[in-house]
């Protein structure tokens, strides 16, 4: 069963930068698209980025041109540089990996955006 452990979450003051990552315990080919979504409260889950090789980044549109998605295929890993953020980013961020038509998903990390 492939399982997906996220890291990096916490409290910034608005304007602030996080590094979230995202480690999947056994292979993950570059080919399959691996990425993160997010939840606020009282909202429905969003897409915030995806990568996979040969294609360009996906984002979703609030968080073009401030956040960043990465993947370390070495190490199953992805990664989502956070920058520029605001109160209206948190929310609990969820890695997840599509393979074979079956979606897996991390457990979640929690971003707080407050002065």
């Known amino acids: 069963q492939l399982q997906l452990v996220e890291s990096g979450g916490g409290l910034v003051q608005p304007g602030g930068s996080l590094r979230l990552s995202c480690v999947g315990n056994r292979t993950i080919h570059s080919s399959v698209p691996m990425g993160w979504y997010r939840q606020a409260p009282g909202k429905q889950r969003e897409l915030v980025a995806v990568?996979?090789?040969?294609?360009?980044?996906n984002y979703g549109d609030s968080v073009t041109g401030r956040f960043t998605v990465s993947r370390d295929n070495a190490r199953n890993t992805v990664y989502l540089e956070m920058n520029a953020l605001k109160p209206e980013d948190t929310a609990i961020y969820y890695c997840?990996?599509?393979?074979?038509?079956?979606?897996?998903w991390g457990q979640g990390t929690q971003v707080t955006v407050s002065s």
């Open positions: 997840y990996v599509r393979v074979e038509q079956k979606t897996y």
């Open positions: 990568k996979r090789s040969g294609r360009d980044a």
